[in-house]
């Protein structure tokens, strides 16, 4: 499956300037999707993560107009350009205008309000305000629509995205930093708050990596939350795993790579007593298969040493059939925007 390109021009007019449009004191901003490679769980506690930005994200344009009763006009679209999403706030408190909110009205409320806590400057003229946001990929792939609209909204109010994500959805942080990111990031979190760098991670076999998506969605609290009642973890198990990180990052090898993915697979099943997903679903397939992100939902990795078309067929024989090349989906660093050290 290649991605089709359905995002408005303005939107792929962003992605190719790599900046800010700002026309008429309008205002649009855009962030990666994201997928982790390495680190699922444990880069809670501080292990090094190989997250990957996606080519495919989530624009968020602002309009301005004035008004004597200020209000924020909010309109989200899908991939395919519907209207999915829409309501009014009111400006000063950002109070829903109609009667019982939905869960993502109150959900939204909450970031609006949050980002005002954090900038208390944010939306105080009198002048309505119109926000549309538009996905580049369907909302249930779980590939970011709340950390992309998290980045974006730090950007729009001149605030910490990590801060803004902390104390709205949760989590590590590395789907933010992937949010604004050109390509592949180490990235990891500890009592210091976030850590992250770009990185080159561009495989010579990368066109025998594939994302299958599973066909549901995972609850990413609820598998942070069955992390943190198996807390203290050992912490052997947290550099075994950055070790795992390093070495992916580094290696040319296809075989070296599927034997790192699958020692990542069993630490990750043993620690948390969670059946691999190759050993669930696909044990009768050549390659490996790798979960990406909390376990149970979502994309996979997958490895294989035959062909696209034969690979494509055995997972669309067993009824998956959203099929994606590697590189059809992940950005790639260029050499020039590299350090050897982490960033932030």
């Given at each position: 499956?290649?991605?089709?390109n359905?995002e408005p021009?303005f939107?792929?007019?962003?992605?190719s300037n790599k900046?800010?449009?700002q026309?008429?004191n309008d205002?649009i901003?855009?962030?990666?999707g994201k997928?982790?490679l390495?680190?699922e769980y444990?880069?809670l506690d501080?292990?090094?993560?190989l997250?990957?930005?996606?080519?495919?994200g989530?624009?968020l344009s602002v309009?301005?107009s004035?008004s004597f009763s200020?209000k924020?006009?909010?309109?989200?679209?899908?991939v395919?350009?519907?209207l999915?999403?829409?309501?009014?706030y009111?400006f000063?408190?950002?109070?829903?205008?109609?009667e019982?909110?939905s869960p993502e009205e109150?959900?939204?409320?909450?970031v609006l309000?949050q980002?005002?806590?954090?900038?208390?400057?944010?939306?105080?003229d009198?002048?309505?305000v119109h926000v549309?946001?538009?996905?580049?990929?369907p909302?249930?792939?779980g590939?970011?629509s709340?950390s992309?609209?998290?980045?974006?909204m730090?950007q729009?109010?001149?605030?910490s995205?990590?801060?803004?994500?902390f104390e709205?959805?949760?989590?590590?942080g590395?789907?933010?930093?992937?949010?604004?990111?050109?390509?592949?990031?180490?990235?990891s979190k500890n009592?210091?708050g976030?850590k992250?760098?770009?990185?080159i991670?561009?495989?010579?076999f990368s066109?025998n990596?594939y994302?299958?998506?599973?066909g549901?969605k995972q609850?990413?609290?609820?598998?942070i939350?069955?992390?943190?009642s198996?807390?203290?973890?050992d912490?052997?198990?947290?550099l075994?795993?950055?070790?795992?990180?390093?070495?992916?990052?580094?290696?040319?090898?296809?075989?070296?790579?599927?034997?790192?993915?699958?020692?990542?697979?069993?630490?990750?099943?043993k620690?948390l007593?969670?059946?691999p997903?190759?050993?669930e679903l696909?044990?009768?397939?050549w390659?490996?298969?790798?979960?990406?992100?909390?376990w149970?939902?979502?994309?996979?990795l997958?490895t294989s040493d035959?062909?696209?078309?034969?690979?494509?067929k055995?997972?669309?024989?067993?009824?998956?059939?959203?099929?994606?090349?590697?590189?059809?989906l992940i950005?790639?660093?260029?050499k020039?925007d590299l350090?050897?050290?982490y960033?932030h």
């Open positions: 499956m290649i991605i089709e359905r021009e939107i792929r007019e962003i992605k900046t800010l449009v026309k008429n205002h901003f855009y962030g990666h997928l982790l390495t680190g444990f880069v501080g292990a090094k993560s997250a990957l930005p996606t080519t495919v989530q624009s309009k301005y004035p200020p924020l006009y909010w309109k989200s679209f899908d395919a350009g519907n999915w999403f829409e309501t009014i009111e000063w408190r950002f109070e829903i205008t109609k019982n909110p109150l959900v939204l409320q909450k309000r980002a005002r806590k954090q900038n208390p400057h944010f939306l105080r009198d002048i309505d549309e946001t538009h996905l580049g990929f909302i249930e792939w590939l970011g709340s992309t609209l998290v980045h974006n730090a729009w109010a001149y605030i995205p990590f801060e803004l994500q709205t959805y949760g989590g590590s590395y789907d933010v930093a992937c949010a604004q990111s050109e390509g592949p990031i180490f990235y009592t210091n976030p992250w760098s770009p990185t991670f561009d495989p010579k066109d990596l994302f299958v998506y599973r549901k609850d990413s609290r609820k598998a939350e069955y992390y943190n198996l807390r203290p973890i912490p052997g198990i947290i075994s795993i950055s070790d795992i990180t390093n070495e992916i990052s580094k290696t040319n090898s296809l075989k070296e790579f599927e034997f790192l993915i699958g020692a990542h697979e069993k630490i990750i099943g620690t007593d969670l059946r997903v190759k050993d696909f044990s009768n397939f390659g490996e298969v790798k979960s990406l992100g909390a149970g939902g979502d994309f996979v997958v035959r062909s696209s078309t034969e690979t494509k055995y997972f669309n024989d067993k009824g998956y059939d959203v099929f994606i090349p590697y590189n059809d950005l790639k660093t260029e020039k350090t050897n050290e960033l």
